[in-house]
């Protein structure tokens, strides 16, 4: 048994020294990457972003898919109009399914898909995530919902 003089503490093997240390080498190696290498990094971000989040049981904020065509937007230096021409449609119309007010069909995930290099299931998972939610919020009113039970309309007959 070691005594507590020779106990090694979490601080001496990770402390702010030793942090600015990791981070002033992540930045020269991050320097050193082509273009298009740290584009690549930065695309692999959002997708780990939004598996984490399909992932995740109590996500603190509920992301939308426009959040995340966003980030890819953002990181690629591409307008929404750019990319509704891209997609053979309007500017508008993209906006509607991106933001929920209508439903991904399997036409907008290939393409979302094909866009960002994301398996499909994960764009249409992300809208499904955001259902549950929308549910669960939901269940607070069950009491709004008992009228819709089977039993009342075979009662009523």
Do not use: C
């Not at 030793?18 to 692999?44: C, D, M, T």
């Amino acid at each position: 048994m070691k005594k507590e003089s020779d106990e090694i503490l979490v601080e001496d093997i990770w402390n702010e020294q030793k942090k600015a240390g990791l981070k002033e080498f992540i930045l020269s190696e991050s320097a050193k990457q082509s273009e298009e290498r740290r584009l690549r990094n930065e695309l692999l971000a959002i997708q780990y972003r939004m598996q984490d989040y399909i992932e995740s049981e109590n996500p603190t904020n509920m992301l939308r898919l426009m959040d995340f065509v966003k980030m890819y937007l953002h990181t690629l230096n591409v307008t929404q109009k750019k990319l509704a021409e891209l997609f053979e449609m309007k500017d508008s119309n993209l906006h509607k399914y991106l933001v929920g007010e209508r439903k991904l069909n399997a036409d907008l995930v290939l393409k979302l898909s094909s866009f960002s290099h994301v398996d499909p299931e994960y764009w249409f998972r992300v809208e499904v995530k955001n259902e549950l939610i929308e549910i669960n919020k939901e269940k607070a009113k069950a009491k709004d919902y008992q009228k819709y039970d089977y039993r009342n309309l075979l009662a009523a007959s």
